[in-house]
């Protein structure tokens, strides 16, 4: 292969955004008080949560997944399947699989990167017949089987995804010019920028502007086996 299409997940593929399987997570804990405790905390949390996802794409992630804290490895694991199941499979766009697709068939290696957490990013990846180890996602650092509620770093989001997928590219041998990118969010504006062949799917208000004015394309993957480039 001699390319790579990098996407982006949440809003892109899937009609889901971090918190959908977050609160999955958080609300199916051993006991019903664990569970509410959890939810309690995280909703505490929400303000500066949401004042973070406008300023620092990176503090939002680490705010909302410090959420994590104590939980046992173990019962990520057992919820995994389930968080996948319930929140990510049933909002596949019905043509992602097609737009999957067509990149392979056109010799590119396919790279999954998300601020999503590994846990749910795996059982997607599967579905869609991506490698494992084609998948860049945020992990969750444990200590003696928990979750110490810190992200190990690098911390996907924003800029730094840019950076990982220059490392990437680097690493298979690949000319970024040569590479695809998809995203859904203006935040991802520096992922889209380093490759040659930018593509936005379902653009927020900031990137449609931007897809405007550079003549990327705009892909609506709505649809059954089909995908079509829409103007902006």
């Excluded at 924003?158 to 990982?164: I, Y």
Aim: glycine letters at 6%; proline letters at 5%; aromatic letters at 8%.
């Amino acid at each position: 292969m001699s390319s790579t299409a990098y996407f982006d997940v949440d809003g892109t593929l899937v009609g889901t955004n971090l918190l959908h399987p977050t609160v999955y997570f958080l609300a199916n804990q051993a006991s019903v008080f664990k569970s509410a405790r959890r939810l309690g905390q995280a909703l505490l949390g929400g303000p500066m949560m949401a004042v973070a996802e406008l300023r620092d794409r990176r503090l939002f992630n680490e705010l909302l997944f410090s959420n994590f804290r104590g939980m046992t490895e173990d019962r990520m694991h057992v919820l995994s399947s389930e968080a996948y199941e319930k929140t990510v499979a049933p909002r596949i766009f019905p043509g992602t699989r097609d737009l999957i697709l067509k990149c392979k068939d056109a010799g590119m290696r396919i790279v999954l990167i998300t601020g999503s957490l590994d846990f749910t990013i795996r059982p997607l990846a599967e579905e869609l017949g991506v490698s494992q180890s084609d998948i860049i996602t945020n992990r969750l650092e444990f200590k003696d089987g928990y979750a110490t509620g810190k992200l190990m770093r690098p911390v996907v989001a924003g800029p730094t995804k840019a950076r990982l997928m220059v490392a990437d590219s680097k690493k298979h041998g690949h000319d970024l010019q040569d590479c695809h990118g998809y995203s859904d969010s203006y935040s991802d504006v520096p992922m889209l920028s380093v490759v040659g062949h930018p593509h936005c799917i379902n653009p927020d208000n900031k990137l449609r502007r931007l897809a405007k004015a550079y003549d990327w394309p705009i892909l609506d993957i709505e649809t059954p086996s089909r995908v079509d480039i829409v103007r902006a």
